[in-house]
């Protein structure tokens, strides 16, 4: 009987299993206009291989049903083929999916279009720029018709735990998501930022490690949130998917070792838990070999030793705050709410993803909210620490008064010795703020003088050469005529003199010869024509100067930019040097402007190109500065070219920030662009630049001819 049942139950099992593979039916997803999260209505299939093609995809029996609304599958080399059918029940047609996944290798969506199935590829070895929705997410278009039902296919890889919240909804409502999502992200690296930056401060005043420990943490925590959620691919090494790659795990490790350290110090491990404070060695060397499983590509190794090293620190940080809470230390009890708080928001995130919670707003930004919270307590702790440290003083003094009453007036004595050092470093302190006022007072005027001295630098060269013409010419001209004055003393004594005509002839023509007075009227016709010469040039010099500063301008008025232009060369040729100067002015018309506003952005201008010149030819032959001015489109544009070092695009970025400059140090304030830049905004003008490292550089200024009311400063 025995054999009997046995035969059956083995002839049925063959009967089941000869019988063909019924495809899963996945179910209809009824679209009605709200954002719905769709991962328990689609079917799967595992390609360990990848080598299956959409069309045996279509056709393969073995899709299985997704039993959870955000399908893990876990942490596998394998490629996916997600299976879903759309009814749009709605009255639009342009529908969107959204797979909230940012660390996908590979995400196709396979359509169908005119009865032929097309595919729509995106990765994210490739840059957030050549997406079409430029955000760190998957998302696709679905054009469905009112009322039709579409069957679509998703081809998914990737490298990391695979966790796909699938979300179907319309486009509006998904970017406006999205926007939403990024606001939110803004505020929460705003507050880890703001959480850095005040403990680094802290650091700066108190020197304790503590702090600083804190901010490291406050920074990998920040970047491993960032990185997770997709935002440093976004917006940082959307270039780079390869060392994306290995930030990954980087990110967390860095942040779980800086997290035991800052714990270890600011709980003081080492005297309260001895015993456990060794015991964080031993996460912390699992997390610094998970780093180098992932730089040596050993990748799933890797995020496997990560969870483990997490789950270690995590029960290891818990059981040392408990253990220090119950021995009343302050600082651990705020540590093991801000922990527990941080611990909760991974839990909540893990069941929403696990499909044990609903995936809404709150679920989905507990991890960076309990992140943020966490962070802000910690902070609230560490500025609680020094109370805690300075009431144990208080107390460690109050006992020391206490068993110290035969020594009151020793303690009384240096009581008041204390409170007169205090007033003598208060005193001190006082005289070091007026003496930090005074060298404020004295730097500010020194870079004054310093820019004055450029200024009268250019002006003294140029004035020098004239007015050492004119020096040297005095002196020979003086003896010049001192000679006439004694002809003229030697022709009267003998004209009166009651010689022959014939003698004083002879006379006067030995004394011509001997004096060379036909020669002498030559050089006085030469030094007269030096000493005008050098004073002409000092004379155009000053003229010059005065076109340039226009110090009595501070009204608008019409004005020749090119005379402004020459006067701003004739200030910087001391800097110009063998620099060749190219003018190409066409004929302008005067604009309406305040001149010496103008003339004070040529000379930044072109003392900059001047700089660039001789940065790159060494104040040698070769340097060019082309100025070009011409009336273009109703405008006046003045074009300053240079064949200097050029700019990068980080310099070029940087050009118009206050105080940045890329001269040595005392060699220029970097104000000068930024000055340049309000002032032709004050003339309703732009200023463009163009340049190249190497290949130098072209500022582009065009300025309308006639004003408008602008208010003046």
Partial sequence: MKKVLVLTVGILLLFVYSLPAQSVK??????????????????????PTDSLDFNTVRESKNFKLSTTANPDLGLSNSTFWIKFTVENQTSQSRLMIDIENSTLTDCALYYLDQGEYKYVYL?????????????????????????ATGTYYLKVKGEEQLILP???????????????????????????????????LLFIFTKDKSYLLYVLYCIFIGLTQTTLSGYTYHYLLDDSPWLLNKLYIIFPAMAGITAMLFVRRFLETKKRTPKLHQLFLIPITLYLIAMIYRLSGLNVISFRMIDISALMTSLLMYIVSI???????????????????????????SLRNLGLLPYNSFTSYTMGLGTAIELTLLSIALADRINVLKREKELSQAKAIKAANDKERIIREQNISLEKMVNERTAALKSAMEELKQTETQLVQSEKMATLGQLTAGIAHEINNPINFVTSNVSPLKRDVDILFQA???????????????????????????????????????????????????????????QFSRLDEDTLKFASLTEGIDSALLILSNQLGSIQIIRQYEEMPLVECYPGKLNQVFLNILSNG??????????????????????????????????GIGMDETTKNKLFNPFFTTKEAGE???LGMSISLTILKKHNGTLEVQSSPGEGSSFIIRLPIHQQVIPQS
């Fill in 123 to 147: 990765s994210n070895q490739s840059t957030v720029r050549d997406r079409k929705y430029q955000y760190s997410d998957f998302l696709f278009d679905i054009v469905l018709a009112p009322n």
């Fill in 488 to 546: 003229n003393e030697f022709f009267q004594n003998l004209a009166l003199s009651e010689s022959e005509p014939a003698e004083k002839s002879v006379a006067i023509q030995e004394y011509s010869e001997e004096q060379e007075l036909d020669f002498l009227r030559t050089e006085i016709n030469h030094l007269i024509d030096g000493i005008h010469n050098g004073a002409l040039r000092t004379s155009e010099i000053v003229k010059g100067l005065r």
């Fill in 26 to 47: 996945t179910p209809v997803i009824r679209f009605t206009g709200e954002n719905i999260v769709i991962g328990s209505s689609v079917a799967f299939l595992e390609d």
């Fill in 668 to 670: 220029g304030t970097g």
């Fill in 610 to 643: 001047a700089y660039a010149v001789n940065k790159q030819f060494a104040f040698k032959q070769g340097g060019q500065l082309k100025i070009t001015a011409r009336v273009n489109d109703g405008q006046v544009e003045l074009i300053f070219e240079d064949n």
């Fill in 323 to 349: 253990k220090i809470s119950m021995q009343g230390f302050r600082p651990a009890k705020y540590f093991l709410i801000a922990w527990t708080i941080f611990f909760i928001g991974i839990i909540l995130f």
């Fill in 166 to 200: 699938i979300i179907l909804g319309s486009r509006l409502s998904i970017v406006r998501s999205k926007s939403d999502t990024q606001l939110l992200w803004g505020i929460f690296i705003g507050i880890v930022a703001v959480m850095a930056a005040y403990n680094f």
